[in-house]
């Protein structure tokens, strides 16, 4: 499984049926993502498709991959229909768009872009008709954002990944801390 080079999280994601997607390591623009089944048998989401992929997001209804795809130096979120179907670019204007997350409405996606000058969380629909909205920006820099199943409260892992906040949009005016201090969050 691909680790992400500068945190050394793995690259994977699971459905609510239990199938595993997963990001398999390699040389660069050798990668594929894959299928993994409960007996650990490995298959190609598609054999055509090969790249330099960061983290993979399994659709809440399995039906499409959001993934962070590098290429010349850059990171981008792309959507993959699956089994076999298109792959279409969504992030157009940030260098480094990572760790895309699904909502739970299957519509949108959270990611983490240092559109705004620092790493903040965005939120984006998935089919492209608006521009990415700052959902949460933060100095000490975001690192990771996940959504509750209400799709209105979100977990964020700041300040080197050593603090979580909760924060819940059109609710709090400053996120919530969970767990601060100096002890790494796992």
């Given amino acids: 499984v691909a680790l992400d080079n500068t945190s ?3 690259q994977f994601d699971v459905s609510r049926s239990g199938t595993l997607i997963y990001t398999p390591g390699g040389g660069s623009g050798t990668q ?14 598609d054999t055509a498709w090969r790249g330099s992929f960061g983290n993979v997001a399994l659709s809440p209804d399995g039906t499409q991959a959001a993934v962070a795809i590098i290429t010349a130096g850059a990171q981008q979120i792309w959507i993959k229909r699956l089994p076999s179907g298109p792959l279409t670019r969504l992030s157009q204007g940030g260098s480094e ?17 240092p559109r705004s000058g620092f790493r903040g969380a965005w939120i984006q629909r998935t089919d492209g008709s608006v521009d990415p909205e700052s959902l949460y920006a933060d100095p000490r820099q975001v690192n990771e954002v996940a959504p509750a199943p209400d799709g209105r409260t979100f977990i964020l892992r700041v300040n080197s990944g050593m603090d979580l906040l909760a924060f819940t949009r059109g609710v709090d005016t400053a996120p919530r801390p969970l767990v601060v201090g100096p002890a790494q969050a796992s």
């Fill in 8 to 10: 050394g999280a793995a």
């Fill in 32 to 45: 594929q993502v894959a299928w993994v089944d409960r007996s650990g048998r490995t298959e190609p989401v």
């Fill in 97 to 113: 768009d990572a760790r895309p997350v699904w909502m739970p409405d299957g519509r949108r996606l959270a990611f983490i872009s």
